[in-house]
């Protein structure tokens, strides 16, 4: 099965620069407790339940093969260990209540959708953003995108956590324009408790697109309780100045905000579990965070 692709965002102007359609696929190795898109998670394609749509005619129930749908009196719950993702339930649905998160799309009739909105873009100068999920976990079908786009002559924007071999990275940098590329936190053990994977292959991944000279700017989701304070700040900037070109590099801090949280719902998860303590940053946050970025020279830009 070809890698899914959850969303197609058009109009984005946060991806990159100018004007942008950005695509999400499925499938991430990390698993960040605010993460904005947990329906990214899983590679696997998935049932999404919006209640407020929901007016329980039950005929999501009666059509099921699997039997893994009932209707509660908080609406529809899914069993999701016998769901087979067949689809049959967001067919019937009359409201979209019941809809599929993730699938696969032909080279022809993805370009044909991006296609749409080329004058915007080129007008903009814009162009086409992958987005996930993790881009880098599907390297020969994110390559096949950048060379079709490419052959089109679209820019071309990978954002990504670079958490992948050495290799993935080279090659994916030499098909794209733009690397945007998140960095959440400089304690490795830290990073490991809160996405579930340590950071010291990202960090080299981060040394070497910079060492090789391929253009990319670094995103910092803001999150007080998680990576806003002064020691992980100076850290990062420390390490940010250690790059080769530093001085030309720009950073954009992200200020956090609980959008995934209604993403769980949906999908029938706990948003959070474990109670972590994070918030969105105050505006008086951010901008201490941007001083002391700028303190060391680096180019700082709140938001996206």
Not at 16 to 29: A, E, S, V
Not at 156 to 161: K, L, N
Not at 273 to 282: C, K, L, T
Request: glycine share 6%; with cysteine.
């Amino acid at each position: 099965m070809k890698p899914l692709i959850f969303d197609i965002k058009r109009y984005a102007i946060n991806d990159g620069p100018g004007i942008r359609t950005t695509i999400f696929m499925k499938g991430c190795p990390l698993r960040c407790v605010w993460c904005h898109n947990p329906e990214s998670w899983s590679p696997q394609p998935q049932v999404l339940y919006k209640r407020s749509k929901c007016i329980g005619c039950r005929s999501c129930v009666a059509v099921c093969p699997q039997q893994s749908i009932e209707m509660t009196p908080d609406g529809i719950v899914l069993a999701k260990d016998q769901c087979a993702a067949c689809g049959l339930c967001t067919e019937e649905c009359p409201t979209t209540a019941l809809e599929m998160c993730g699938r696969e799309w032909t080279m022809e009739a993805l370009m044909a959708e991006i296609e749409k909105e080329r004058d915007i873009m080129t007008d903009s100068g814009g162009g086409v953003t992958l987005c996930g999920g993790e881009p880098l976990m599907h390297p020969d079908y994110t390559i096949e995108i950048l060379r079709e786009l490419g052959r089109r002559g679209f820019h071309r924007t990978v954002d990504t956590t670079l958490y992948a071999q050495s290799e993935v990275v080279d090659q994916v940098a030499a098909e794209c324009e733009l690397l945007l590329v998140d960095l959440k936190l400089m304690d490795s053990e830290k990073h490991r408790r809160y996405t579930g994977v340590p950071n010291e292959l990202i960090l080299e991944n981060i040394r070497r697109i910079a060492k090789n000279e391929h253009p990319f700017v670094i995103r910092i989701p803001l999150i007080d309780g998680i990576n806003a304070d002064e020691k992980n700040i100076d850290e990062t900037a420390i390490f940010l100045n250690s790059l080769p070109q530093s001085e030309s590099l720009v950073v954009h801090l992200l200020p956090y905000h609980d959008v995934g949280r209604d993403k769980h719902r949906r999908m029938w998860s706990s948003y959070n579990p474990q109670h972590v303590p994070m918030e969105a940053p105050s505006e008086e946050l951010q901008q201490k965070c941007r001083r002391q970025l700028e303190a060391h020279g680096l180019r700082v830009i709140v938001g996206g």
